[in-house]
């Protein structure tokens, strides 16, 4: 009999594979919520709805063209105001950020509009509660400062190095012909966090990273969507053995329940 180098999906309990396919469908689903933020977040800023290398380049390393307003107002908040309010603000910036046309025209906006959320009282978000805070980020757009990206950093660092261990770990009993690509497959998604992350600085000073921000998710989404489906697939439909019960089954290439259960 070959050497045992794993616990494949088919030797484990019902109640095993209930949790593990519990745990790949809410994290899936949290997924899709996350790359829909990422979107959401990052979409727009270069004036055009679909997402393009340039508008990472001006989410981490601003814009040499506009103003940290203005690149919000085409992005992530274009969509919070009407278009007719949008306009009129980018027109106020272009045009000089004049107080007196703030105080009767501008500021009315914000107040109705953005003071909501964008106040003194929430740290995680620019203030625009009166002219002056409106100022700061009417200033040019430089894009995410060092203290936002080392505090988003760890945060993703923390947080999808647990939630790709635990896919990994259960992507773990799976079968796969050649045991170098099933490693390829679960390592490839803590290289792509690492070089994310690393990314997100080093487009702040060279813009063709850029394209490492987008390749590495692509390859942490590709991995995650893989290692999904092929557990999936072998938890509940596929009925073929791997090797090692392959042999114990007697040579037939589908699971015999009870040879399985006594082994």
Known sequence: MSKRHFIHFSELALSRKILFSS???????GYLFA???VWISHSGRDGSEMLSVKDVVIAYAGSDSGTRLESALKGPMSKMLPPGENLQIVEWVLKGTNKEEFDSKIGPIFEKRCVVCHNDRNPHLPSVEGYEKVLKVAEKDTGANYHTLIRVSHIHLFGLTFIFFIVSFIFSHAYMRHEWLKALIIVIPFISIVA???????????????????????GMG?????MFFISMWQMWIS????PHLLVMNGGND??????????
């Open 23 to 29: 745990v790949l469908c809410t994290l899936g689903f």
């Open 35 to 37: 790359m829909l933020m």
């Open 222 to 226: 590709s991995c995650f969507a893989i």
């Open 196 to 218: 994310d992350i690393s990314a997100w600085f080093l487009t702040k000073v060279n813009h063709d990273f850029a394209l490492m921000v987008i390749g590495a998710g692509m």
């Open 254 to 263: 589908e699971i015999d329940e009870d040879v399985v259960r006594s082994s």
């Open 239 to 242: 009925r073929k053995l791997p």
